[in-house]
């Protein structure tokens, strides 16, 4: 069920039956992580337009898209902010909340930067559904593997023999 | 360094060429470890956010394809019960929502629904009724569906347990113990109406239409045989026939597959200073684990070193007292040390397989809702 605005879609809290903490907490992460068309920028676009002599302390992030970078250099700056569009994550605010211990329900909470909520979530459930596709596979690969290099131990100790 | 500069297009690409771009050290033992000081543990929240340092030009993001490259398990122990393994680029959201599933929403059998035919011992019927519940069967719950209010328990849902022990009269009292439980892989035995009317055929409180032993290779009894249920003196007996089925542990606990299942992250035992000589030979006695030892330096100076870290259980002795100010304990935010201990039901590297696809039908259900 999803509680929004008509007008504005990119903000809506979506409140699932029978679930709890379990999804709502790892939806949470994955939506942190989301960004935005990734594929389309490549390691050396993003390295590129940096500098290292930037003055850590007095950074100020809000969020990926309200930073204060205080030097008097804007144009370098504001060069990079926008060469780094691999780091303008579509997800503005996420979070989850149980309304009440009693109910069976939990609210996940999405607001984005344009894109409609619905989607974002829905992009993020699915990437959450192929780390699970990935974990599984490893996980039966590594029993497999575990398996056959097993039988070769309990050869080597033979208390008769020694 | 490279430098800064206000020419746009000519410095990026030079930048370009030389070092990586790095976090400096201590934001990089932020984002990659919990710092476990001697009162309280520290940094365990974590750069969660993806674009935590984008004016920094480091991508602090998991895609999942950066996801899919780095994970990794290792498997240390797998027995026929339990098993640990190494979960090592994965998030704490995700482990914790896999040992959440284990324990609450992997199905199993347990004994719901018990026919007291005749209890004459000191058990109530409910407490020996809660008992039976809590036995762990050796019924793989994948062959079996739900049974839900009003569906008629058949072989396909119900698995039928009958119990009848007494004590004979003279005799000394008896234990009696789950080994005997026994399977009727036909179905219940005992008739719902008394057996002056019906006649013929008689109605039983299952409608079984195959054997059980039909959908299942291996009997389906108790997993342990030594189960004390009750206590039976001279002239007492039990005689019962139990239903089992399919639930899961959130609804409640007899129906949770594991005995428990727990992680815990790595631990990095650090020396910020050297522990030489008779420091070296006290720290190692105070670890109740043994995680030091000592090495021996070449001119007669002895040093501690952390040989054994992965035992270390954070009891924090070697962060109190003099060698407080020179070691650090830390754990390793992504790197999880999972252990699962079944029941017998399903064994354990089955359970995790099931866990994760239990996740994966949760996001299914949600999109398809949301569609």
Request: charged fraction near 30%; include cysteine.
């Amino acid at each position: 069920m999803e509680h929004g605005s008509v007008t504005d879609s990119s903000a809506s809290t979506f409140s699932i039956v029978e679930e709890d903490h379990t999804l709502a907490n790892s939806v949470r992460f994955v939506l942190n992580q989301d960004s935005f068309d990734e594929c389309k920028y490549n390691e050396n676009e993003i390295r590129g337009g940096v500098s290292s002599s930037f003055d850590f302390d007095r950074l100020d992030i809000f969020n990926s898209s309200c930073v204060q970078i205080p030097v008097a250099d804007h144009d370098f700056y504001s060069y990079d902010l926008l060469k780094h569009k691999h780091d303008s994550p579509r997800v503005a605010f996420c979070g989850y909340s149980i309304p009440h211990p009693a109910d069976n329900k939990v609210n996940i909470r999405v607001q984005t930067t344009g894109d409609p909520a619905k989607d974002v979530l829905k992009d993020s459930l699915q990437d959450l559904m192929v780390m699970c596709q990935h974990i599984r596979g490893t996980f039966d690969n590594a029993v497999a593997d575990y398996r056959s290099n097993k039988p070769a131990e309990p050869m080597d100790v033979d208390p008769k023999q020694k | 360094m490279p430098k800064k500069g206000s020419k746009k297009t000519k410095e990026v690409e030079e930048v370009a060429e030389q070092q990586e771009n790095k976090l400096p050290d201590y934001l990089e033992l932020q984002r990659t470890r919990v710092v476990c000081k001697a009162d309280a543990p520290v940094h365990t929240q974590g750069f969660q956010y993806s674009g935590a340092f984008a004016a920094m030009g480091v991508d602090n993001s998991v895609s999942v394809e950066k996801f899919c490259k780095n994970f990794k398990i290792e498997i240390n122990r797998l027995t026929e019960d339990d098993m640990e393994f190494d979960m090592i680029g994965i998030d704490a959201s995700i482990a914790n929502a896999f040992r959440r599933i284990l324990i609450a929403e992997v199905p199993t059998m347990a004994i719901e629904k018990v026919f007291m035919v005749d209890n004459t011992s000191v058990i109530a019927d409910e407490v020996l009724s809660h008992r039976l519940g809590l036995i762990p069967l050796n019924a793989d719950p994948r062959l079996f569906d739900y049974i839900s209010e009003n569906d008629v328990p058949n072989e396909r849902n119900t698995i039928v347990y009958k119990l009848h022990v007494s004590c004979g009269k003279g005799s000394q009292r008896i234990t009696v113990k789950s080994g005997e439980l026994e399977w009727l892989p036909e179905g219940s035995q005992l008739s719902t109406t008394s057996p002056a009317q019906a006649g013929d055929t008689q109605k039983t409180f299952t409608s079984f239409s195959q054997s059980q032993k039909e959908i299942s290779d291996k009997p389906l009894g108790v997993k342990f045989n030594d189960i004390t249920i009750a206590r039976l003196g001279p002239g007492q007996a039990i005689e019962l026939e139990a239903h089992a089925v399919k639930g899961v542990g959130k609804v409640h606990a007899k129906w949770s597959p594991v005995a428990t299942a727990w992680y815990r992250m790595l631990p990095e035992v650090v020396f910020l200073k050297d522990v030489e000589d008779d420091d070296a030979d006290e720290l190692k006695k105070k670890c109740p684990v043994n995680v030091f030892d000592i090495e021996e330096l070449g001119n007669g100076v002895k040093r501690a070193v952390a040989a054994r870290p992965r035992a270390c259980t954070l009891c924090r002795e070697c962060v109190m007292g003099p060698t407080g100010e020179k070691i650090e304990l830390r754990r390793v935010r992504d790197h999880f040390i999972f252990t699962i201990e079944s029941t017998g039901a399903m064994p354990p590297e089955v359970l995790f397989t099931e866990a994760v696809k239990i996740l994966e039908e949760k996001c299914e259900r949600v999109i398809s809702e949301l569609s």
